[in-house]
């Protein structure tokens, strides 16, 4: 059985030892949590800083792979037939002449 | 001598479809090719048929869609049209049409009340939007674009179907598609006659000019022709892409002859389209033309032989 290191009697002392050792024990276990947040939040932001380096990898990846789809965009310069483009339509190589003959069709709105 | 030539007319593509031979023998040959080309791009590029590419395309906005040679071709073709023309003839047009009351076949949008149809408009989103991918026939249209390939569609098989035709009968061949005209091969002598009308439809022994072609195309585009009543008044077919409305055209019909059916077909709509400045921006490119104005005068612009006042 523990027994009190003061005189009995001696309340007053016994009351202030206690109220020392609970202050002890509080600022312990305060330095104690505050030293687990700190590593704790060195631990989060590392694992964050990883991840966003991931997602900037991903991001390139993508761009690489996507950029021969939109290789395309504006339309190919071959007309029907394989001939060399134009830039605007091209013009007969005769232009038409009055007809004499009876027509065989007639050309219109539709 | 043009009785040397043997033709067919038959309806295709909500027109009138014809084929005309130099060599009687060579016409069914070239009335099968030209089926065979009609209904392979009514398949690819209708925006009515359920079945057709284009409505599937169209339904996939955003979308790298994969299609057939004759859709990539078609595009293609829309697309150069459209970078040729400055923008004024633009694939792009298709969800305006579609505003417009242009959603289904001529005949039956003609059929219903257009009094109880209210058209809005919508300015085209631009051809420079579509993504085209050849080496993986592929086609990409953003989110809100439809694609209406009729201004250059039917154009598009005229020129196949005659260089087709006369390439496997060895006769000279005239291909006519609502008026829009390709030939190839040896012409008659003399060339192709070709009356000129305001509607394709007209009879051939009607008033009106005749002119003669020996090759590439010839097109008419007007907007007389083909118009549909709605709420908001009657409405044709040839849209403005700028403001997404029927153009307000001082010309009511436009015809070009060109190296092709193609550029005919794109120059005669930009010409309507333009307006005031068509007789100059045509003459610019030496494009022989022939313009009627909405009250019945015409101009006759380049090589386009003169006309009796």
Redesign the interface.
């Known amino acids: 059985m523990q027994t009190s290191p003061y005189p009995p009697g001696d309340a007053a002392l016994a009351r202030d030892a206690a109220a020392a050792r609970l202050r002890r024990l509080t600022v312990g276990a305060f330095a104690g949590a505050s030293a687990l947040a700190v590593v704790f939040a060195g631990v989060a932001s590392a694992t964050t800083h990883h991840a966003r380096k991931a997602v900037s990898v991903a991001k390139t990846a993508v761009t690489v792979t996507t950029l021969p789809?939109?290789?395309?965009?504006?339309?190919?310069?071959?007309?029907?037939?394989g001939a060399v483009?134009?830039?605007?339509?091209?013009?007969?190589?005769?232009?038409?002449?009055?007809?004499?003959?009876?027509?065989?069709?007639?050309?219109?709105?539709? | 001598v043009s009785s040397e030539a043997t033709s067919f007319s038959f309806q295709a593509l909500g027109t009138t479809a014809t084929v005309a031979v130099t060599d009687p023998e060579a016409l069914a040959r070239a009335r099968e090719m030209l089926e065979r080309e009609l209904e392979a791009i009514d398949l690819a590029c209708s925006r009515f048929r359920p079945d057709s590419e284009l409505v599937a395309l169209n339904a996939a906005p955003g979308t790298e869609v994969r299609v057939s040679g004759l859709l990539l071709e078609a595009v293609r073709v829309a697309l150069h049209a459209a970078e040729a023309s400055g923008g004024l003839v633009d694939p792009t047009v298709g969800k305006t049409m579609r505003l417009a009351g242009y959603d289904r076949p001529m005949t039956v949008v003609r059929a219903r009340d257009g009094r109880l149809f209210r058209p809005s408009f919508e300015p085209a989103a631009g051809w420079r939007t579509i993504q085209l991918d050849e080496a993986r026939n592929t086609v990409r249209a953003p989110r809100g674009v439809e694609l209406d390939l009729g201004a250059t569609a039917k154009a598009l098989v005229a020129d196949r179907a005659a260089r087709a035709a006369a390439a496997a009968t060895g006769a000279g061949v005239l291909v006519s598609l609502g008026g829009d005209i390709a030939v190839a091969g040896e012409p008659p002598p003399g060339g192709w006659s070709i009356r000129l009308a305001d509607d394709h439809a007209a009879p051939l022994d009607g008033p009106g000019p005749a002119v003669s072609v020996h090759s590439g195309g010839l097109a008419s585009s007007g907007t007389t022709v083909r118009r549909w009543a709605t709420a908001g008044g009657e409405l044709h077919h040839i849209v403005d892409p700028r403001t997404g409305r029927p153009a307000n055209s001082p010309w009511r019909t436009v015809t070009v002859a060109a190296a092709s059916c193609v550029d005919a077909n794109t120059a005669s709509t930009a010409a309507l389209v333009l307006g005031d400045g068509a007789p100059a921006w045509l003459d610019e490119r030496r494009l022989p033309s022939r313009l009627v104005a909405l009250d019945g005068s015409v101009a006759c612009v380049g090589a386009w032989p003169a006309e009796a006042a």
């Open positions: 789809a939109v290789n395309v965009s504006a339309p190919s310069a071959t007309p029907p037939g483009a134009t830039a605007a339509p091209a013009a007969p190589a005769q232009a038409p002449a009055p007809a004499y003959s009876q027509p065989v069709v007639t050309s219109g709105g539709s």
